[in-house]
């Protein structure tokens, strides 16, 4: 019986971030979509803990004899251990630089290359290596948009040939019954904005926070879900920096989908103001649960939106500011824009995403 061995080791990751959840939706749709006689096998780095990585339908995890950084080490430099399939899939750049099978890499944008400053030099160094590695010897490259492969074109033309724009879904997050208890236990605000990120330099949350300390943004609160990443950004302090009060800013951390889906529930909108993305989870995730989103004018997430969203340019902190006081205060407005991400959401889906995932497998 053929095999597709899918690195899922982001699941694992202290910060899954946007492409653990990638990763982790993939596996649990993988198997419905398989062709006839095949499967699919989980494959991660050594850790005593596995079972975020165990999806039923999907054997595994199989360990690898070493941990996550050793493993970084040495796939970085061309060394074992080898990953066998009949396919091997790479769900991030953390590809087996020898591998028994067709290699097929997920890259999820070109930031290395476009905003190497939002990275840490390591991160740069690295990815650059990996994802070069990928352009000379995947037989396909999957990219959830076509921003970032036109992007990634540009800096390793001869990928080009090989690239598969393949869109994420949106995970849909219905409101629990107990909605309301969740967000008082939560200690929520009636009426908030909110922010789904990792806390990190290239997501904007310096452009947002210094929006929100613009007159024109009344007294809108903000409620922030994500882990901290790189690049020590502190809510916090940047509130303070800004001249927002801290009454107006509500930190969660990361929390539970049956969390996030009754804070979802409660949010006037979301707001999204990156520097760069390759595709943007949040925003598709959030018109999938009716709440309006306003984002950065980059390519991805203008793709992405398609047009549903109230696109702002990006750094701008007077036109974002400007956009938070339309949203806040017009309700036909919202509800416009809540209508019209409910329909841009319909045409993501990870069942899609999983179909069209095994088309480039079997091309290979």
């Known amino acids: 019986m053929p095999v597709v061995s899918v690195l899922a080791e982001q699941v694992l990751a202290p910060v899954p971030g946007g492409t653990g959840r990638y990763t982790r939706a993939l596996l649990e749709h993988l198997p419905a979509a398989a062709p006839v006689g095949w499967s699919v096998r989980a494959v991660t780095a ?11 339908g999907v054997r595994g995890p199989r360990r690898l004899p070493v941990g996550h950084r050793v493993l970084n080490r040495l796939w970085e430099r061309g060394l074992p251990p080898s990953v066998a399939g009949d396919v091997v899939h790479a769900t991030t750049p953390l590809a087996p630089a020898r591998h028994r099978g067709p290699l097929v890499v997920t890259v999820h944008d070109a930031v290395p290359w476009t905003h190497p400053e939002t990275l840490t030099p390591r991160g740069v160094s690295w990815h650059r290596t990996m994802i070069g590695r990928a352009a000379d010897r995947a037989a396909a490259v999957i990219v959830p948009t076509a921003a970032v492969a036109e992007e990634l074109s540009g800096v390793l033309p001869g990928i080009a040939g090989r690239l598969r724009v393949v869109h994420m879904g949106a995970t849909r997050l219905p409101a629990p019954p107990d909605a309301a208890a969740r967000r008082a236990a ?13 806390l990190e330099p290239r997501k904007g949350l310096d452009v947002l926070l210094a ?3 613009k007159p024109e943004s009344g007294d809108a609160a903000l409620v922030v879900v994500g882990q901290s990443g790189w690049g020590d950004v502190d809510p916090v302090r940047l509130a303070a920096r800004s001249g927002v009060r801290a009454d107006r800013v509500h930190l969660l951390g990361r929390i539970p989908d049956e969390d996030l889906a009754a804070v979802l529930a409660g949010a006037r909108a979301l707001v999204m103001p990156s520097r760069a993305e390759g595709f943007g989870l949040p925003v598709i995730e959030a ?18 939106a398609g047009g549903a969203g109230i696109p702002v340019p990006v750094g701008s902190i007077g036109a974002l500011a400007d956009a938070v006081r339309e949203i806040w205060t017009d309700d036909a407005l919202a509800a416009d824009r809540s209508a019209a991400g409910l329909a841009r ?8 995403t999983a179909r069209a995932t095994w088309e480039v497998y079997t091309s290979c």
């Open 46 to 56: 050594f850790h005593r803990d596995t079972a975020a990585a165990r999806v039923p």
């Open 186 to 198: 939560l200690r929520l605000p009636e009426k908030y904005l909110i922010s789904l990120a990792t």
């Open 211 to 213: 929006a929100l300390a």
């Open 287 to 304: 018109m999938a649960a009716g709440v309006p989103a306003l984002h950065s004018d980059i390519p991805a997430l203008v793709e992405v």
């Open 345 to 352: 959401a319909a045409d993501f889906g990870w069942d899609r």
